[in-house]
């Protein structure tokens, strides 16, 4: 199984890091994309995914665009340069317009800044959208170029109207995490039952929103299998087609080696 969105460089595991891993390596987890949100982030995922041979993201949250660098461009690079292939998606970047940590209009500019980014290099996009689905869309019909990138709705937890935007219009993936299996998560059951298991990849976001029977626990990569289980149940498939079709969606979006 792969996590395609995981926070294991975050301070939540400063304790107990190698032991968590371990834990997701015996429950079947064989791939982590441990996911950055500003540039200092960013650099620690890097670092954490040089040191535990995992993947990871550059990218700059849209509750952070009001600290954004002047260059964007500039500080990704400096991490490519650094860190090379660990680096394979740029995120997570977005809107969240239910926190508004940042102003709308600098989570747009940012928005803007990185889409423009993985274009020209060529690099995936895993992708934050709360509360902000018009102004989101209107941003990705703008800067995203559905025939040549490749991308991620991370954290999918919309209607299955929006799914269909998302999958439909600009080809991207569906991460689902815990959320799915919440008892008041139908709606998003329904999402991912109208959008198919080709449209799905499986995330954590850990140390957040651990799935049932885990909910309210720090949320960790291991975790990733209740979620597989609930996806399984919603399609009408046995977990272990949920894994593997949505693993190589995975790998087919971010470029991920097969597992050994």
């Known amino acids: 199984m792969i996590d395609t969105h995981a926070h294991v460089h975050d301070r939540a595991f400063d304790d107990d890091r190698p032991a968590m891993l371990a834990r997701a ?3 079947g987890v064989d791939a982590i ?3 950055g949100c500003d540039v200092e982030d960013s650099r620690r995922a890097c670092e954490a995914a040089e040191r535990y041979g995992l993947a990871a993201t550059i990218g700059i949250h849209p509750h952070e665009a009001k600290d954004a660098p002047a260059e964007i461009a500039a500080a990704f690079d400096a991490l ?13 970047t977005g809107l969240d317009y239910h926190y508004d940590h940042s102003p709308r209009d600098v989570q747009r500019e940012v928005l803007r ?5 993985a274009r020209a290099r060529d690099l995936p996009l895993i992708f934050h959208q709360r509360e902000a689905h018009d102004d989101f869309v209107a941003a990705l019909r703008a800067g995203y170029d559905a025939a040549s990138q490749r991308g991620i709705v991370h954290c999918f937890t919309g209607s299955s109207e929006e799914a269909a935007v998302f999958t439909g219009e600009f080809g991207l993936a569906l991460g689902i995490g815990g ?5 008041t998560a139908q709606p ?21 929103l651990a799935p049932i029977p885990y909910r309210g626990k720090r949320n960790e990569p291991a975790f990733v299998a209740e979620t597989a289980r ?13 894994t593997a079709r949505s693993d190589a969606n995975a790998r087919r979006i971010l470029a991920l080696p097969v597992a050994a």
């Open 188 to 208: 998003l059951r329904d999402a991912v039952r109208r959008a198919g298991l080709d449209a799905v990849v499986l995330e954590t976001d850990c140390p957040y």
């Open 113 to 117: 800044a990185q889409l423009a980014y």
């Open 25 to 27: 390596r015996d429950a």
């Open 80 to 92: 490519r340069e650094r860190f090379g292939a660990r680096v394979v998606a740029v995120g997570e």
């Open 33 to 35: 994309v441990t996911v």
């Open 179 to 183: 959320v799915v299996t919440f008892k």
């Open 230 to 242: 609930v996806v399984a149940g919603v399609l009408g498939v046995d977990v272990a087609t949920v």
